[in-house]
């Protein structure tokens, strides 16, 4: 079954205190991305990655890092999480090469993240 | 800036017609999408325009006007269970590997 997977989903954490959510995709695509959602705001980028070893900010980077070893792993790390980043986290991912056909972009999303920093 | 904006709220009768509309200002384009989603749950594709005209899929058209900067998701047939928010979204950059932008949302309230 394609899929995008996130774990932890719900995470309570102290300010301060690193803390890393994993993010993997089983569709061999290149295109990854992290997001925040906070009521009233949509989903803002916090980062994205075109391939392997290639990484971009997002709207919303600061406070935030990434990494991509693997095709199939986009973890989002927190080093000194803070109170502003209790929010709700979305990992995605996607074709970045047009197929032809409108699905072409189709974003994948996990099922969320709920952090929640006090 | 870069910014997307559609309307935050949307009522409509079960078995009815609606339109959201969604302009965009960004500093390139590649294409716009939309999204649904219902409270609880993640975001999943409705569709994706990347040249100008009308896509149909199902209940569902969405339609891109990019001389406008203007897009809109039209539904068809309303059910209940099309109740949920609807998101719109730009790639601003030339590529396809570029930022991904999302409008604020729109909650769409089906009455019987």
């Known amino acids: 079954e394609a899929q995008v997977t996130q774990n932890p989903r719900y995470l309570i954490t102290v300010t301060g205190k690193k803390l890393t959510v994993t993010c993997s995709q089983n569709m061999n695509h290149e295109y990854m991305s992290w997001y925040r959602q906070d009521p009233g705001l949509g989903l803002r980028q916090i980062y994205y990655?075109?391939?392997?070893?290639?990484?971009d900010k997002g709207d919303v980077p600061e406070g935030y890092k990434v990494s991509r070893k693997e095709k199939r792993n986009f973890p989002l790390i927190l080093e000194s999480p803070s109170p502003n980043q209790t929010s709700l986290y979305f990992c995605?991912?996607?074709?970045?090469?047009?197929?032809?056909?409108?699905?072409?972009?189709?974003?994948?999303f996990g099922p969320g993240t709920r952090l929640t920093v006090t | 800036g870069q910014s997307l904006e559609q309307p935050s709220e949307v009522t409509a009768v079960e078995g009815a017609i609606v339109q959201i509309n969604c302009t965009y200002q960004t500093s390139g384009f590649y294409g716009l999408s939309w999204y649904q989603q219902h409270d609880g749950g993640a975001p999943t594709f409705l569709s994706y325009n990347g040249l100008d005209g009308l896509e149909e899929t199902g209940r569902f058209s969405s339609f891109l006007s990019r001389s406008d900067s203007y897009g809109y998701l039209l539904l068809q047939e309303l059910q209940m269970k099309d109740s949920a928010s609807y998101f719109c979204?730009?790639?601003?950059?030339?590529?396809?590997?570029?930022?991904?932008?999302f409008g604020s949302g729109t909650r769409l309230s089906i009455r019987p």
């Open positions: 995605a991912s996607s074709l970045a090469r047009d197929r032809g056909n409108l699905f072409s972009y189709e974003q994948y």
């Open positions: 979204a730009v790639r601003s950059g030339y590529s396809s590997a570029s930022k991904i932008i």
């Open positions: 990655s075109m391939n392997v070893e290639v990484t």
